[in-house]
């Protein structure tokens, strides 16, 4: 028997350590939307009540607000409703572009507006340059309600660039003044591939970092969580594109990397046999109590492992 062989009968305990990113959960711009609407004064506020979209692309958080009595609309539906049908809207953290401001006005709906002021910089920056005469170049994903706000603000002047084949694509004077604008959310190293890139075709152009705070930490975050642990548990909506970039850049670095929106989709125990260390992170549109229930689940499943 080797020195390092358990003794007999000796059952090895399994360590599948669990670790919890500090970065997990609601970002500041999500949880001061979640907290305008959950504190809203249903005496006072001019009814119904809908919220453009989701507020939070979570589907507890949208039950809960369902629950208060406040109904999704989308953006078909608020532009086609009359004066009357639509007291108040909620504008999610995302952003809506100027004209839905000028509808609201338009139809005597009142607003509360809960975008995320890390969004409302992006706006403004889009606003800004568009009237100096700059071509915006807006890295994001074209189907993004905050990427649609921007290019909206922006005059429709910007060329939006979701992947390599956009920006392959792109086709500006070169007498242009170019600015380079991104989605909060972005991944830094898509924005830092498309300025290289834009830089070698235009040497002058420009770039704003409009990536926000809560992005950059999470990205650089999970890269090295995703090296160093056996298992990594992104937690979020797919519709979420800050989650989905988490997850994307998890599974590029670890292949046992799940993506999932909560406890309910959790793989049996046993996928996380043999893993010594499972990492927990979170979009920021995960609230906390799901990521309770997830952490909660984990350790049962250590458990049992360990009961093994
Ligand atoms: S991810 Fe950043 S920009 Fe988006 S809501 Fe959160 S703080 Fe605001």
Same mark, same amino acid.
Do not use: I, L, P
């Given at each position: 028997m080797r020195k390092t062989d358990p003794e007999p009968g000796f059952r090895m305990k399994i360590v599948m350590k669990i670790t919890l990113s500090q #970065?997990?959960? #609601?970002c500041d711009g999500v949880r001061r939307a979640f907290d305008i609407v959950d504190n809203l004064d249903s005496d006072k506020v001019k009814k119904p009540v809908y919220v453009l979209g989701s507020l939070v692309h979570n589907r507890d958080v949208v039950k809960k607000i369902e629950e208060k009595g406040i109904k999704k609309i989308d953006l078909e539906g608020f532009t086609r409703a009359k004066e009357g049908e639509i007291g108040t809207v909620i504008i999610t953290a995302h952003g809506v572009g100027p004209q839905i401001y000028g509808l609201a006005k338009e139809k005597n709906i009142d607003i509360v507006d809960t975008t995320c002021p890390k969004v409302i910089k992006v706006q403004r920056l889009a606003q800004a340059y568009s009237k100096r005469g700059y071509a915006i170049i807006l890295v994001g994903d074209k189907e993004h309600k905050e990427v649609k706000s921007i290019f909206e603000w922006g005059n429709g002047r910007a060329t939006i660039i979701s992947d390599r084949e956009d920006l392959k694509n792109i086709n500006l004077a070169q007498s242009e003044k170019i600015i380079i604008l991104s989605q909060t959310t972005q991944s830094r190293d898509f924005v830092d591939e498309v300025y290289g890139s834009v830089k070698e075709k235009y040497p002058d152009a420009e770039i704003a970092n409009t990536i926000c705070l809560a992005t950059n930490q999470r990205q650089d975050e999970i890269k090295k969580i995703a090296r160093e642990s056996d298992v990594v548990m992104v937690i979020g909506s797919t519709e979420s594109a800050n989650s989905t970039r988490l997850y994307e850049i998890a599974k590029s670095l670890n292949k046992k990397s799940v993506f999932i929106e909560s406890d309910e989709d959790m793989p049996e125990c046993g996928f996380f046999k043999g893993a010594d260390t499972v990492a927990v992170t979170a979009g920021a549109s995960t609230p906390d109590w799901i990521i309770e229930r997830v952490i909660a689940r984990l350790e049962s499943c250590k458990n049992s492992l360990n009961a093994v």
């Open positions: #970065f997990a959960g #609601f």
